[in-house]
Structure formats: structure tokens, C-alpha cells
């Protein structure tokens, strides 16, 4: 069963004036346990994992997302950013769609730009939008169509390749965006940049793009996408999960290889050898870091073996085929 709370603070919808604030809490915080209802200010959030809301202020903002039409009139703003998966929605006013189609409406997140969710529901005689969100980093949430939005990300996944995480993404509409830094975290708290993908600019179509992760990993990783547009702002993606296998740590990829070849490691490397299965070294390199790429281009056709040697002590053997 669904827990339900009320927080009554200043409650109602407020006029188009300042932001004000609505909502505190202190250093010591408020969870908000898996499953239960919280409505502050006619903003409900259901998480489907528990949340804490830490030394964080919570107030509501007239002024709407920029974009032709803007966003609606009512944005609501956390002081600094929140991890949230779980079910979000809000009431408004009708005096707040700032010309909006109410029923085009979209659910809308983000920190200093902002992305929109599809598929939200949107309740015209109750004037209520909602929508279930995976796991997701944002300091504002709000209403708007989708061509008011910089970004519009319509599919965002993670899966594994070979033990090795494969993302992939695509946009339906693009408004000088530069780059997509692609960000991974084994805890939800420290997040390490992995590398840039190079965005569209502008876009009124569908564009697809990919990265795979150079490093070969074990148990519970997390990504996300910082998108970042010509003007230095950015807005953060949702956090997608996947779990990846405890066994080994080194890994080459990909294979088949018909350029370059990565070896992923999650230790320090000592050394990597390509040998021919005669035994002929084609390549050896010192310390080399993990996720280096080599170029095995110049190779003739055939099977190697890749031997790694760690830092720690550990040696592994890979074959591989060059085509």
C-alpha cells in the first residue's frame, strides 16, 4: 500500500510574482522511503527507491522555460541537484500555460537546460501532469512542449557487449547543442567523465549516437550523459544501470578487430604483448593505461593472443581475431 503525506507549506498555487520558497530541510534531512506519497505545494513525488532531500530548499518560479511557446509559468527548483526514480507530477494553473497546447504538454527536468519525458499524462480537467521517471539527476522540474526544449532526448540505454557496457542514445531535436560527456559511477556519488560525443548543432530529426565504455568493469555501474550546449550550459540525462560480471577484470575489444584494438582493465597495467600463435611478438608496450587503443590495422589476417600483465601481479591471455 502506498504511504501518503501532505506538507502544508504556504500551500496553494502562488501568483506570478518572485519565486518564494516552500519547503526546507536541514542538514539532517527528510527520506522519503521507496513507495511513499509526498505532495508538497501540489508537486507529488512517489519514488521507486528511497531519497533523502538534504540541507535543500524547495521554491516555485514563474518564470517559464525560453523556446516559442515557452515553457508553462509554474517551474518548480531545488536548491542543488537530486538523484529521483519514481513517479513525478504537479497541478497548475490554467492561467500558467503561457500559451501552450495543455494537452501536448510534456513533464520537463533538467539543471541549467532541460530535457522532456515522453509519454506524460496529462489530466486537462484537473489540470495535472505526470510521468515515471528512471533513475534522474535534476534541480528543476517543469511543464513545456517538446520544441521548447534545447534537447529533446528520446531514448537513452545501456547494455552489455562482450561484459563491456555499450550506451546508446538518440535525440528527436537538437538547439545548439555541442557535445554529450558520457559520465559513469560504481555508487551514485562520484562520477568520472569517460569521454565526448560530438552533438548534432542543430536538428529537427532523429540522430542516433553511441559510446562504449573503454573499461572493462565488475558489479553495479551507472551512467548518464552531461549535455552540453554551444553556450556552455548543460542539462544532465537520466542515470541508467546495469549490472556487469564479477568475473575477470582485462578484456580486448573488439573482437573480431579490423583497426584498433582497446584493452580495458580495471587495474594498472604492467605490460601488453601481441603475440602470433607462433609465438612472433607483433607488439609489446609498458604500462600502458587502461582503455589505450592500438591500431592492429597494419596486421595481416588472422588470431593473436593478447598478454596482459598487471601492476598486481596478474597475467591474463586473450585471443583475438584480426580480420
Known amino acids: 500500500m502506498i504511504k501518503r503525506y501532505l506538507f502544508f507549506c504556504q500551500l496553494t498555487l502562488l501568483p506570478a510574482l518572485a519565486a518564494q520558497a516552500q519547503f526546507t530541510t536541514g542538514s539532517e534531512g527528510f527520506f522519503v522511503s521507496q513507495g511513499t506519497s509526498v505532495t508538497i505545494d501540489s508537486l507529488t513525488l512517489i519514488p521507486s527507491t528511497g531519497f533523502l532531500l538534504s540541507s535543500q530548499t524547495l521554491t516555485i518560479s514563474p518564470t517559464p522555460l525560453p523556446g516559442s511557446p515557452p515553457g508553462i509559468a509554474r517551474v518548480y527548483q531545488f536548491s542543488?541537484?537530486?538523484?529521483?526514480?519514481?513517479?513525478?507530477?504537479?497541478?497548475?494553473?490554467?492561467?500558467?500555460?503561457?500559451?501552450?497546447?495543455?494537452?501536448?504538454?510534456?513533464?520537463?527536468?533538467?539543471?541549467?537546460?532541460?530535457?522532456?519525458?515522453?509519454?506524460?499524462?496529462?489530466?486537462?480537467?484537473?489540470?495535472?501532469?505526470?510521468?515515471?521517471?528512471?533513475?534522474?539527476?535534476?534541480?528543476?522540474?517543469?511543464?513545456?512542449?517538446?520544441?521548447?526544449?534545447?534537447?529533446?532526448?528520446?531514448?537513452?540505454?545501456?547494455?552489455?557487449?562482450?561484459?563491456?557496457?555499450?550506451?546508446?542514445?538518440?535525440?528527436?531535436?537538437?538547439?545548439?547543442?555541442?557535445?554529450?560527456?558520457?559520465?559513469?559511477?560504481?555508487?551514485?556519488?562520484?562520477?568520472?567523465?569517460?569521454?565526448?560525443?560530438?552533438?548534432?548543432?542543430?536538428?529537427?530529426?532523429?540522430?542516433?549516437?553511441?559510446?562504449?565504455?573503454?573499461?572493462?568493469?565488475?558489479?553495479?555501474?551507472?551512467?548518464?550523459?552531461?549535455?552540453?550546449?554551444?553556450?556552455?550550459?548543460?542539462?544532465?540525462?537520466?542515470?541508467?544501470?546495469?549490472?556487469?560480471?564479477?568475473?575477470g577484470t582485462i578484456s580486448a575489444f573488439p573482437n573480431p578487430v579490423v583497426d584498433k584494438l582497446v584493452i580495458g582493465s580495471q587495474e594498472a597495467l604492467t605490460s601488453v604483448k601481441v603475440t602470433s600463435l607462433s609465438g612472433q611478438v607483433m607488439l609489446e608496450v609498458s604500462k600502458p593505461q587502461p582503455g589505450r587503443e592500438f591500431s592492429m590495422k597494419q596486421y595481416p589476417a588472422g588470431t593473436y593472443l593478447v598478454q596482459v600483465q598487471t601492476a598486481a601481479g596478474k597475467t591474463q591471455a586473450i585471443k583475438i581475431v584480426k580480420q
Open 80 to 247: 542543488t541537484p537530486v538523484d529521483f526514480a519514481g513517479e513525478a507530477g504537479f497541478f497548475y494553473l490554467p492561467s500558467e500555460l503561457n500559451g501552450n497546447t495543455e494537452s501536448s504538454l510534456q513533464l520537463a527536468h533538467g539543471n541549467t537546460t532541460f530535457e522532456s519525458v515522453t509519454g506524460s499524462t496529462v489530466d486537462v480537467t484537473r489540470h495535472y501532469i505526470s510521468n515515471t521517471l528512471p533513475m534522474t539527476n535534476f534541480t528543476s522540474l517543469t511543464a513545456a512542449q517538446d520544441n521548447a526544449l534545447p534537447v529533446t532526448l528520446i531514448g537513452f540505454e545501456v547494455k552489455k557487449v562482450e561484459n563491456m557496457a555499450l550506451l546508446s542514445w538518440q535525440t528527436s531535436g537538437e538547439q545548439n547543442s555541442d557535445y554529450f560527456e558520457v559520465q559513469q559511477s560504481p555508487n551514485l556519488k562520484q562520477w568520472a567523465a569517460l569521454g565526448k560525443v560530438s552533438a548534432a548543432g542543430e536538428s529537427a530529426e532523429r540522430r542516433d549516437y553511441s559510446f562504449r565504455d573503454p573499461i572493462r568493469r565488475s558489479g553495479m555501474q551507472y551512467y548518464r550523459l552531461k549535455m552540453v550546449d554551444s553556450d556552455g550550459t548543460y542539462a544532465y540525462s537520466m542515470i541508467r544501470n546495469i549490472e556487469m560480471e564479477t568475473g
